[in-house]
């Protein structure tokens, strides 16, 4: 079973992510270097060390700041919503859609995009204007709101996270779904923004500039891989077992039926006591 979303992933040097993290609301967890088998995210020919660091707020799901040194290039899969005002630089353009769909959706009164963890990460925050004394005192904490994703079928993206996710949705239509996942951080919850990409399946990578990917808790990972599947996710990466933060985790990797990737974690109970 999937108990819900732990983090988004946001590529960056970690000084300057953790940096960017603080005036966002978040605090540091921890930083460590995970080993990690070549295979897993097929960003590298050898096994190698992730830097890591992991950022927490008093609400929302947490931050998880990578830096593989390598990029792709390309645009992450996922675009972070923050409940907070926008650091300081020009808003992104030609964002007046998204910006309507994530008004309609709800999560922030009045949105402005901003490029983060450099030119092709972008986010969304509460710009402040119009928003009233009610939502500025719902913003004072930061942390993540939500996430905004683009795929092929929105439709079928969104059924897909109904039946991997038990996702709650307030809207699914052609060209915007918005709902709600649960997430195992009480009382956090995350709102998902799906809206329409350009019609192609997107070939997304771990290392991709931006927010390339999110974490979700599973109690059993085999048994989730294969329902993801079933649902038409496609199995990017089977369970291996590392240390993060001190912890033995099991993760697999798997991406939605729109490309985007997503981990599966759980803790390694065969690890010795």
Known sequence: MIAGVTH??????????????????????????????????????????????????PSGIRLEVVDHGRTSGRRGAYEAIFRCPPPAGPPVAGREALREALRSEGSLTDPVCRAVAGPAGAAWFESGSGSGPDAASDTA??????????????????????????????????DAAWGTLSSPLFPAACRLLLVPGDGTRPAHAMNDLGFPSIGVASTSIEADCARAVAAGATLRAEAVVTSVGGRPLRM??????????????????????
């Open 8 to 57: 988004l992933t946001m590529e960056s040097p970690l000084e300057s992510g953790i940096a960017l993290g603080a005036a966002l609301g978040f605090g540091l967890d921890f930083v460590d270097r995970v080993e990690l088998p070549a295979a897993f995210e097929a960003v590298e020919d050898e096994d190698h060390v992730l830097p890591l660091a992991l950022l927490a707020a």
């Open 141 to 174: 904490a930061g942390g993540l709101a939500g996430l905004l994703c683009r795929v092929p079928d929105v439709p079928a993206e969104a059924d897909f996270w109904s039946a991997f996710a038990k996702a709650r949705w307030d809207s699914v239509r052609p």
């Open 252 to 273: 697999a990797l798997i991406e939605t039926p729109g490309g985007a990737p997503v981990e599966l974690l759980s803790v390694h109970r065969g690890a010795a006591r």
